[in-house]
């Protein structure tokens, strides 16, 4: 069984930063993909950055040139950091991975962390 285990969330005001962290426990696994999404109140969950295990990335255009995702292979770890953060960003933040055991690939998720961007 695998497990993700995120932190680094809290209360910070606009124009701060936060770094996000998820750690993958377990073992005879490995990752591909590794992503995090958010999810606000009333609203549905979105995409936020993903990276490749080459370490290839993407970001949603409302986060581009704010958020950087990063990872640590070594120690199955993803990172967002999230600069010029914005009363927008509020939401609950989810790691998301495909974790290969033997030869299937299964879609894990985080159990979330709380960000607040106040005004």
């Known amino acids: 069984q695998v497990q993700l285990v995120e932190s680094g969330g809290g209360l910070v005001q606009a124009g701060g930063s936060l770094r996000l962290s998820c750690a993958a426990s377990g073992s005879d696994f490995s990752i591909n993909n590794m992503g995090w999404f958010r999810q606000a109140p009333g609203k549905q969950r979105e995409l936020v950055a993903v990276?490749?295990?080459?370490?290839?990335?993407n970001y949603a255009g409302s986060v581009k040139g704010r958020f950087t995702i990063s990872r640590d292979n070594a120690k199955d770890t993803v990172y967002l950091q999230m600069n010029s953060l914005k009363p927008e960003d509020t939401a609950i933040y989810y790691c998301?991975?495909?974790?290969?055991?033997?030869?299937?690939?299964?879609?894990?998720w985080g159990q979330g962390t709380q960000v607040t961007v106040s005004s």
């Open positions: 990276i490749t295990s080459g370490r290839s990335t």
């Open positions: 998301n991975a495909g974790v290969v055991v033997k030869t299937l690939v299964y879609n894990y």
